[in-house]
């Protein structure tokens, strides 16, 4: 899941009435529409300067990867280019599919020479979409954890790819000495102007994984194998933020969590429709976060007083000031001036990629702010009633291991 840096949220978060005094209307117009940008502004700034460089050539090939695939065969897009890690790579696939999907994953592995790993529990069924909640995929990843061999793991969507090769990305984990890293995301389309906007807010998003590595992606992380299976057994199964989960409670055990600037593309939605179901999804994944595990604010602080207090408790003010007519005119200042000031950050943390859809970032950013996080809510409930999960975060209580598989046909718990 990506974070959103859209702090200009906050800049109508104070609406004075005309006949205010002085200081309240400098306060509603100047003052919180600064400190909204500043807030973008402080972890964008500190955090654009930070270049990497890969140490050399160095890899290590003692690794395995992990792609869960269910529901449908053409959900794994990436099977080509995984072709050349072989037997190193496994399918990981519930029990209870289709004769027809079986046939065909087992064909793709012959083909590729790839392994299969049947799990012992059946996915619900979601009607040929692409599942945005659930436990299959992190129970898919648990489970198959138990029989890696490999020193680390590497669990991989099945529509993700990579840009370098994954032997230096485990081999940059080996050499910085951590037991978890986050990658870099970097969307591949860009062919309609909702794409472009995407690409600018990916940017800032990852570059601010450099401030805060445990914000793991989900698409592609590397890990020791022995440090995700003890972080996994601990893991709610939660879908949406399952992935920032994974740093959370690796940071809470005492694991060292790190940014590797690996460059994973990944195809971000072009249409609205599509938009839309994904960001309805991360709302609710945000919510989990920030709300349902709010205790983590001791933790990290900064993060969550910015994704839970400012981000989504003081979302309902910003509306009730759309609705004080009296605070009209301060409200169409403050949000003019934070516009301003976003549209100058914005021009200057990403000049050397400009393009025509960069000013319009600042709007399509205050839109999100506006909207998702009063959504945001509804979409956990949802969630957490369809799958009866909570989605509550317990670092320190060891999950009741996977029990034993019961073979089914000679496939079912088992690696093929």
């Known amino acids: 899941?990506?974070?959103?840096?859209?702090?200009?949220?906050?800049?109508?978060?104070?609406?004075?009435?005309?006949?205010?005094?002085?200081?309240?209307?400098?306060?509603?117009?100047?003052?919180?529409?600064?400190?909204?940008?500043?807030?973008?502004?402080?972890?964008?700034?500190?955090?654009?300067?930070?270049?990497?460089?890969?140490?050399?050539?160095?890899?290590?090939?003692?690794?395995?990867?992990?792609?869960?695939?269910?529901?449908?065969?053409?959900?794994?897009?990436?099977?080509?280019?995984?072709?050349?890690?072989?037997?190193?790579?496994?399918?990981?696939?519930?029990?209870?599919?289709?004769?027809?999907?079986?046939?065909?994953?087992?064909?793709?592995?012959?083909?590729?020479?790839?392994?299969?790993?049947?799990?012992?529990?059946?996915?619900?069924?979601?009607?040929?979409?692409?599942?945005?909640?659930?436990?299959?995929?992190?129970?898919?990843?648990?489970?198959?954890?138990?029989?890696?061999?490999?020193?680390?793991?590497?669990?991989?969507?099945?529509?993700?790819?990579?840009?370098?090769?994954?032997?230096?990305?485990?081999?940059?984990?080996?050499?910085?000495?951590?037991?978890?890293?986050?990658?870099?995301?970097?969307?591949?389309?860009?062919?309609?102007?909702?794409?472009?906007?995407?690409?600018?807010?990916?940017?800032?998003?990852?570059?601010?994984?450099?401030?805060?590595?445990?914000?793991?992606?989900?698409?592609?992380?590397?890990?020791?194998?022995?440090?995700?299976?003890?972080?996994?057994?601990?893991?709610?199964l939660f879908f949406q933020g399952n992935d920032v989960e994974v740093g959370l409670i690796a940071r809470a055990l005492g694991y060292r969590v790190a940014h590797i600037p690996f460059e994973v593309p990944t195809t971000v939605p072009g249409s609205l429709r599509g938009w839309l179901r994904q960001r309805l999804a991360w709302a609710g994944g945000e919510f989990r976060l920030f709300v349902v595990n709010a205790r983590f604010v001791t933790r990290h602080p900064w993060f969550w007083v910015y994704g839970g207090v400012v981000t989504i408790a003081l979302a309902p003010f910003r509306w009730l000031a759309l609705d004080d007519a009296a605070a009209g005119v301060a409200l169409v200042s403050s949000l003019t001036v934070a516009l301003v000031l976003y549209v100058v950050l914005v021009a200057y943390l990403h000049w050397d990629h400009r393009g025509p859809a960069l000013f319009l970032v600042p709007f399509y950013m205050t839109f999100v702010s506006l909207v998702m996080p009063l959504l945001g809510g509804l979409w956990y409930v949802r969630m957490a009633w369809q799958d009866r999960n909570l989605g509550v975060i317990r670092p320190h209580l060891v999950r009741v291991e996977p029990r034993a598989a019961e073979p089914e046909a000679g496939r079912v718990g088992q690696y093929v």
């Open 1 to 236: 899941m990506t974070t959103s840096l859209a702090a200009l949220s906050a800049a109508t978060l104070t609406a004075a009435p005309t006949a205010a005094p002085t200081a309240l209307v400098f306060l509603a117009v100047v003052a919180v529409p600064v400190l909204a940008v500043a807030v973008d502004a402080l972890a964008s700034l500190r955090a654009r300067g930070r270049v990497y460089a890969f140490a050399g050539t160095r890899v290590n090939s003692d690794f395995e990867v992990l792609v869960p695939i269910w529901g449908s065969i053409r959900y794994l897009e990436n099977a080509d280019h995984l072709a050349a890690h072989g037997n190193r790579v496994v399918l990981c696939t519930p029990a209870g599919e289709s004769d027809d999907f079986y046939t065909d994953l087992y064909a793709l592995a012959r083909e590729h020479g790839f392994r299969v790993f049947v799990a012992s529990f059946t996915a619900p069924r979601t009607g040929g979409r692409r599942a945005t909640s659930g436990t299959v995929r992190d129970r898919l990843i648990r489970d198959a954890l138990n029989l890696v061999r490999a020193r680390y793991v590497v669990p991989l969507d099945a529509d993700t790819t990579t840009a370098r090769p994954l032997e230096v990305l485990v081999g940059e984990l080996e050499r910085q000495g951590a037991d978890l890293a986050s990658v870099r995301l970097v969307p591949l389309n860009s062919d309609t102007l909702l794409a472009r906007l995407q690409h600018y807010e990916y940017r800032l998003a990852m570059q601010f994984r450099f401030l805060a590595s445990w914000l793991v992606s989900g698409a592609c992380h590397v890990a020791r194998t022995e440090v995700l299976t003890d972080v996994m057994s601990r893991h709610s």
